[in-house]
């Protein structure tokens, strides 16, 4: 069964940091497009940062880029990102997501993916 889990979100002050999982199942495939995407209260979902497939590049959207990094170990299929010097803005619910082939930039538009998990809460207080 396809499923994607993530976990790691709470409560932090503005300036700490933060390290999220993203775990998923059911994939028959060695390898995918993966990202993680945020939606922030009163806001549409938007991408954070993700890895292309079969290029394996990484792309970031400009507000968390060089505070943010997206890793992944295919071995034990599982997705991290870690958040460093968070903002208050940073605040939202965070979800992975899993697609089987996204070329370059397309990996951080939510509306290429179809495989995705509930998402975790990640709050920075001010």
Not at 24 to 41: H, L, M, N, T, V
Not at 98 to 123: A, D, I
Request: proline content about 3%; some cysteine; aromatic content about 14%.
């Amino acid at each position: 069964e396809v499923q994607l889990e993530e976990s790691g979100g709470g409560l932090v002050q503005a300036g700490g940091s933060l390290r999220i999982s993203c775990i998923y199942s059911g994939f028959i495939f060695e390898d995918y497009a993966i990202g993680w995407f945020r939606q922030r209260p009163g806001k549409e979902r938007e991408g954070v940062a993700c890895i292309s497939y079969p290029d394996r590049g990484k792309y970031y959207t400009d507000s968390v880029r060089n505070r943010f990094t997206i890793s992944k170990d295919g071995a034990i299929n599982t997705l991290y990102l870690q958040m460093d010097d968070l903002w208050p803005e940073d605040t939202a619910i965070y979800s992975c997501a899993l697609e089987r082939q996204l070329w370059g930039q397309h990996c951080l538009r939510p509306y290429s993916f179809t495989n995705w998990g509930q998402g975790t809460q990640v709050t920075v207080s001010a």
